[in-house]
């Protein structure tokens, strides 16, 4: 089992990624569950993040972990999403990107 490759609080690491976690939160979690199933984003994303945004979040999160092979549960994914949920979504962000993936659709080059 590994480790993220970025910290929670590590949020000033990319600028651009934080900026656009942080005013978009939605759009970011919509676009990394679509890329951890390796697809492009579809309305059906859209609709399952504005119905149930926490439980989505928390899902996508434990799906990137499992993915990555990091330690971690699915307790732990749910109260990091609930408590710290513009830095999970940041952080998720960046670990994606660190495993060659592109997370934030048309928001990144």
């Not at 408590?83 to 592109?102: D, F, N, P, S, V």
């Amino acid at each position: 089992m590994s480790n993220w490759e970025h910290g929670l609080c590590d949020c000033t690491s990319d600028i651009r990624v934080c900026c656009i976690s942080y005013l978009w939160p939605q759009l970011q979690i919509m676009q990394q569950r679509a890329t951890v199933d390796g697809r492009q984003c579809e309305i059906t994303d859209c609709i399952f993040t504005a119905l149930c945004f926490p439980c989505v979040a928390c899902l996508t999160r434990s799906q990137i972990r499992e993915k990555h092979g990091i330690e971690g549960s699915g307790v732990m994914d749910c109260l990091t999403v609930c408590y710290c949920t513009l830095c999970t979504i940041h952080q998720q962000t960046m670990q994606l990107q660190a495993k060659g993936e592109k997370p934030s659709g048309l928001f990144m080059v």
